[in-house]
């Protein structure tokens, strides 16, 4: 996911109007919107600006690359990844004016920074949600957000998006929460967090419109524990030195307040052994509980164990992209063969996951730059998996430009790699060059048997013995 060059600054747009803002793709000599002609490029003081922030984004002197690949964890352990934005403040006064008469004076904090990128636990930072689902419905102070109100309780003119009333300490405009953070294992609100101070995103099982997600490992668990159980089982059934008289069976139970379910089914059912009857009495709601009873007596679970665990292995495997190839398990993978399938499968999967993230959680991170700095000429993206091997090395990118001069080739030098814009080339005549001759025969060596030219030849009609011989001539079949 994260490699060397990550993140990788590409252009935004090629040109924009510098009167209307209008960007292209192209150049363009006159702006299709107003008319105007200048025109201006992606700002390089800002992409300096970036890599700079990227290469420590917090005061634990982490790089982008190395928050986003320790965010990359929570996709599996919680299906979500949540990073806090800690931005500048600064209060702005803003006048409405009639007839040259002030008639409203109004405030609004606005961010000039960024301060820190820090990772924020997805467990106790919820995103807030209205009655109808909608991200948001909380309002509160940037500058003092001890207390908040909800938008019911506030008023909005003419649809406004933002209430009339303010802040009671500043009298500043008051912003929208976006999430909140709460006390571990509860809902107590501990801080508030606004919309565009928080970057999430969730990949595999997004809910909640894709501000939460499910962890993909959880249909993982009770597959491990059959496998975990399961070996536990031989090893004692295998011990020679186990008096135990171990069932054939064992039950495999998950789901909310399993314990305490199967625990007073077990008291009230006491005098009933289950392993003999062969079945457990549950007295509780299906929807709480679900249970799975395997079969591992002789013939099924010793003899039949090892097709069991196959099965259940390749579904984990499975479910991370990885085939059965890649662990060696070839049994019926198709063989060695199957290797460069598992090639292309991580591939895709790796280039699956570099569009999701760049969609979800980088263009947040650059709308987050727009809002700071008031434009964002730069997108950050990815190293393709298939094409980082076919990267110029710095010493190939100096031969290429050395190159270029002799040919006279226009090149430029954009991230490390060279650049060459459309233009005409003119092919060059080839130089003549002729291969070193070879030595003489030295006198008295014999010759190779062939004929010399008569004594009366013309020179001019001997072939020069300086020059290399003429091809012969083409035959048609």
């Known amino acids: 996911m994260y490699r060397n060059q990550f993140p990788v600054l590409t252009p935004a747009f090629t040109a924009r109007c510098t ?15 107003c008319g105007e002609g200048d025109f201006e490029t992606p700002s390089r003081a800002q992409k300096e600006r970036l890599s700079k922030l990227f290469a420590s984004v917090n005061d634990d002197d982490q790089s982008l690359a190395s928050l986003m690949k320790y965010e990359e964890d929570y996709q599996s352990f919680n299906g979500v990844s949540t990073i806090l934005a800690r931005l500048e403040y600064q209060h702005v006064e803003s006048e409405t004016q009639v007839a040259g008469r002030t008639v409203e004076s109004a405030g609004r ?7 820190e990128l820090v990772h924020a636990d997805p467990s106790r930072v919820r995103p807030v949600l209205d009655e109808q689902n909608r991200h948001g419905g909380w309002w509160t102070c940037p500058a003092h957000r001890e207390e908040y109100w909800e938008q019911d309780a506030l008023t909005f003119e003419g649809g406004a998006d933002h209430p009339v009333e303010v802040c009671p300490e500043c009298h500043a405009r008051l912003e929208e929460v976006g999430y909140a953070e709460v006390k571990h294992r509860s809902d107590d609100v501990e801080r508030l967090f606004l919309k565009h101070e928080v970057i999430d995103w969730a990949r595999h099982f997004p809910i909640l419109n894709g501000l939460d997600g499910r962890s993909p490992i959880l249909p993982l668990i009770k597959l491990q524990a059959i496998l975990q159980w399961s070996r536990n089982y031989e090893l004692q059934y295998l011990n020679p030195q186990n008096d135990q008289q171990l069932p054939d ?5 998950y789901g909310e307040n399993v314990r305490e379910s199967l625990r007073a089914s077990l008291e009230d059912n006491e005098k009933k052994n289950p392993w003999e009857e062969g079945r457990l009495m549950y007295d509780g709601s299906p929807d709480d509980v679900e249970i799975d009873i395997l079969d591992l007596s002789t013939s099924a679970g010793i003899n039949g164990r090892e097709p069991m665990v196959e099965r259940l292995m390749s ?6 992209g990885v085939s059965d190839a890649f662990e060696n398990e070839l049994s019926d993978a198709g063989g060695l063969n199957a290797e460069g399938t598992q090639v292309e499968i991580t591939n895709g999967a790796v ?20 809002r700071v700095e008031g434009h964002c000429d730069w997108e950050l993206a990815y190293v393709a998996p298939e094409s980082e091997g076919e990267s110029l090395t710095p010493l190939e990118v100096l031969q290429g430009i050395e190159k270029a001069q002799q040919t006279g080739t226009a090149v430029a030098v954009e991230d490390g790699q060279l650049q060459i814009p459309d233009q005409e080339i003119t092919p060059m005549d080839p130089e003549t060059t002729t291969p070193e001759d070879e030595p003489p025969p030295e006198d008295g060596d014999p010759d190779d048997g062939a004929a010399g030219p008569p004594d009366g030849a013309d020179a001019e009609n001997s072939p020069d013995p300086n020059q290399p ?6 035959t048609q079949p």
Request: hydrophobic content about 35%; aromatic content about 6%.
């Open 19 to 33: 009167n209307c803002g209008t960007e292209y793709d192209e150049d363009r000599d006159v702006c299709e919107v």
């Open 469 to 474: 011989a003429s091809d012969p001539p083409d």
């Open 109 to 115: 904090w606005e961010a000039t920074a960024i301060d």
């Open 351 to 370: 280039a699956s996951a570099h569009q999701d993230t760049q969609d979800k959680a980088l263009d947040t991170l650059c709308q987050l730059i727009e």
């Open 315 to 320: 579904q984990i495997r499975a479910m991370f």
């Open 249 to 253: 069976k064992f039950l495999v139970a």
